[in-house]
């Protein structure tokens, strides 16, 4: 098991920024692939970004050239800088850490860009 803390949400107007940290305790392995995920009202939830324990990162399409995704390996910390925001970024965010076994989330943290 893991336990998913997140943290960094807020209300933010368009163009403006946020960072996103999501701290991961209580586990006895090594934490493959973290990640952030988001779902908006009526959509599905969707992959922002991902970065794996070697660094290796991957972003959806809409927040290429935007949005970072980092990992602190030594703290099980994962960060999601938002940057130049839209009201299309507006969703409840989702930190995940995936293993080749299974998935685990958190709460989630809400995300909101006013235009």
């Known amino acids: 098991q893991v336990q998913l803390a997140e943290s960094g949400g807020g209300l933010v107007q368009a163009g403006g920024s946020l960072r996103l940290a999501c701290a991961a305790s209580?586990?006895?392995?090594?934490?493959?692939?973290m990640g952030w995920y988001r779902q908006a009202p009526g959509n599905q939830r969707e992959l922002v970004a991902d970065?794996?324990?070697?660094?290796?990162?991957n972003y959806a399409d809409s927040v290429k050239g935007r949005f970072t995704i980092s990992r602190d390996n030594a703290k099980n910390t994962v960060y999601l800088q938002m940057n130049s925001l839209t009201p299309e970024d507006t969703a409840v965010y989702y930190c995940n850490v995936r293993q080749s076994w299974g998935n685990f989330w958190g709460q989630g943290t809400q995300v909101t860009v006013s235009s």
């Open positions: 970065v794996s324990f070697g660094g290796s990162t």
């Open positions: 209580g586990h006895r392995f090594r934490i493959a692939t």
